[in-house]
């Protein structure tokens, strides 16, 4: 019997309408659209509007697309993934609040939590019960609503994030298409540099949180950026390896899209031109666990069956990983 490897069968995405441009915010802090291109290659993200509106409102529409793309139906879907960092809730999981109004009614899901690597995460552990042969059809969402956990006051975080997401089925393939290696990193001695400091079980919520501001992302960008572009790359470079691929052999790097530089720094380890990076983040920002699947969405129709892709991400944990996978199909 063949080897079964988790193939991705479909992606789907989907970003808010709100645009926020650098523009708008040079009115809302002190900073410019110079400033803010030159140091993360963003010009402007995506914004949930809407009272009541969470992260489940960025994933229904996409994993909407992704059942109508693929074909199939909710009832069908045996498993589904959420990653994100911004929860509808703390309970229940936003994966449950997906499941029930797309309809999947006979899927069991959970939501993962590993910062802006959850996709991978997500995307790794999914592939096991593909592998195991235990499911034939799950899907992996990677979505965040960033905006609700950004101080738009802090000029050093405000700038760099935006809403949105995407979703990818995953099924059974025994022709060496899919998932095929991984690698990933965690080290909790990073927390100190990007982390919430209030609102979990050491800090509940009270009124003298909120107005001490510490209910949103607090992050100390140099020792982040310097953390990034040593993990990204590394892993990134370590994958290839173990798979005894060259630059030429890599088709595509789909790199979390935090910063341009963070991104052009893991291309040149790998020895990748630009021409095989896949790059939104000057319209999107970083939308934390979205990014990935976005880049896939958007990217699909340039993808054939048979590319060799690398992803990789580093998040607040510090988590960060990569994945090596053959393109399963060619877009219609």
């Given amino acids: 019997m063949s080897k079964i490897t988790a193939a991705i069968t479909g992606v789907a995405g989907y970003v808010p309408d709100y645009v926020l ?36 409102h960025i994933a229904v529409p996409a994993v909407l697309e992704l059942l ?34 797309v309809g999947a009614v006979n899927a069991f899901g959970y939501d993962l939590q590993a910062a802006c690597s959850g996709f991978l995460f997500a995307l790794a552990t999914a592939s096991k019960f593909i592998e195991s042969g235990q499911y034939k059809k799950v899907i992996v969402v990677g979505a965040d609503k960033m905006s609700a956990i ?3 006051t802090d000029r050093a975080t405000c700038i760099i994030f935006g809403d949105g997401g995407g979703a990818v089925m995953l099924e059974p393939n025994t022709e060496g298409y899919g998932i095929l290696d991984s690698v990933l990193k965690s080290d909790g001695t990073g927390a100190q540099f990007l982390h919430m400091k209030a609102g979990g079980s050491r800090k509940p919520a009270t009124i003298e949180t909120v107005q001490a501001r510490e209910h949103y992302a607090y992050q100390e960008g140099q020792q982040v950026f310097k953390f990034a572009v040593k993990g990204m790359a590394d892993v990134s470079a370590e994958v290839m390896e173990r798979n ?6 890599v088709a595509w790097l789909v790199p979390h899209q935090a910063n341009k530089r ?5 291309a040149n380890r790998m020895g990748v031109g630009s021409d095989k990076v896949m790059l939104n983040i000057e319209r999107y920002g970083n939308t934390t666990s979205g990014t990935i699947p976005l880049c896939l969405w958007e990217y699909e129709k340039q993808l054939k069956k048979g590319d060799n892709l690398i992803l990789a991400a580093f998040g607040g944990g510090f988590t960060w990983g990569a994945i090596y996978l053959k393109w399963a199909y060619d877009s219609k």
Avoid: H
């Avoid at 005894?244 to 052999?249: G, S, V």
């Avoid at 963070?262 to 893991?266: L, P």
């Fill in 21 to 56: 441009t650098n523009k708008e915010l040079e009115t809302m802090v002190e900073t410019n659209d110079e400033w803010i291109l030159s140091r993360t290659g963003i010009k402007e993200r995506r914004i949930l509007k809407g009272e009541g509106k969470g992260t489940s």
């Fill in 68 to 101: 109508k793309k693929t074909n199939t139906k909710a009832e069908e879907v045996e498993l589904l993934i959420c990653a994100t960092t911004t929860p509808d809730m703390v309970f229940p999981a936003t994966a449950n609040l997906i499941t029930a109004e």
């Fill in 150 to 152: 950004v101080d738009y």
């Fill in 244 to 249: 005894n691929l060259t630059a030429e052999d």
């Fill in 262 to 266: 963070i991104i052009d720094a893991t």
